[in-house]
């Protein structure tokens, strides 16, 4: 028998920034000389919900991360036909979703304009939300980046099952290397087949890579991966991989 007692979680107390201008700077030249994905050619726009964790103890490395992710997301236009849907929560009971955008630079206006406040995590109300937006249209894949789990983790999976019926895989990217938030991280992402990582402030160019794997999944599915994997993309196969 479960407990809905939500178990203790200790949160980081200090982070370093988990990128570098260089780094950004790399990596958006990198993508810009790859060519768009064979099978986006006429293809349906791809949709993918990006979901992010902006309670306080993210703040550390709040805006070094929302750097990578809003520069990232301003080169899918290269990638591919993609629409966004950014997703957000923090405070005590506040959990937002924007309008689903084709405009890279409209989305890294939404995800530039979120500054993290205090309170629990709401994965629970994260996974109800795309269960709602799946059933009323197609979603290809979610991005999901935090740091901790404060929640029934029975509760989360069984929403993570019923996704995963819908066929939307969840990438599960943690920051830091809290263990409860590991264990249900992983469990999500095994429920829905994608795919779980870890990112700190060593590994920024390992999550830009990431992120593009994912955008280029989203956008072109399976083959646009592996054709992405094929060229050199070393997250993609570590992507590919877990999917399998």
């Known amino acids: 028998m479960t407990s809905d007692k939500k178990a203790p979680v200790r949160r980081g107390e200090t982070r370093q920034p988990a990128s570098s201008a260089a780094d950004v ?23 993918l919900i990006f979901a992010m964790d902006a309670t306080m103890s993210r703040q550390p490395t709040w ?22 849907q950014l997703v957000y929560f923090r405070g005590l009971a506040e959990c937002r ?34 269960l709602k937006e ?5 979603v290809n894949a979610v991005v999901y980046v935090g740091d901790c789990v404060e929640e029934n983790v029975d509760d989360l999976c069984a929403r993570a099952g019923e996704i995963g019926l819908l066929g939307v895989p969840v990438f599960m990217f943690q920051e830091g290397h809290e263990p409860v938030a590991e264990a249900a991280f992983r469990e999500i992402a095994r429920l829905t087949r994608g795919a779980w990582c870890r990112f700190d402030r060593s590994s920024a160019r390992e999550l830009r890579e990431l992120l593009s794997a994912v955008a280029v999944y989203a956008a072109g599915g399976r083959k646009a991966l592996a054709d992405h994997s094929r ?11 877990q999917l399998d």
Not at 231 to 241: D, F, K, M, V
């Open 63 to 84: 805006d070094h991360a929302l750097q990578i992710q809003a520069e990232m997301f301003a080169e899918t236009a290269r990638i591919g036909g993609l629409d966004v």
């Open 231 to 241: 060229a050199g993309g070393g997250a993609a196969t570590a992507l590919l991989e």
């Open 97 to 130: 979703a924007s309008k689903w955008v084709g405009d890279p630079s409209a989305l890294a206006r939404l995800m530039t304009g979120v500054d993290c406040r205090g309170g629990h995590t709401q994965i629970r109300k994260v996974l109800a939300h795309v």
């Open 25 to 47: 700077g790399a990596f958006l030249a990198e993508v810009r000389s790859r060519p768009a994905p064979a099978a986006q050619a006429g293809a349906a726009r791809g949709r």
């Open 134 to 138: 799946a059933r009323r249209h197609k």
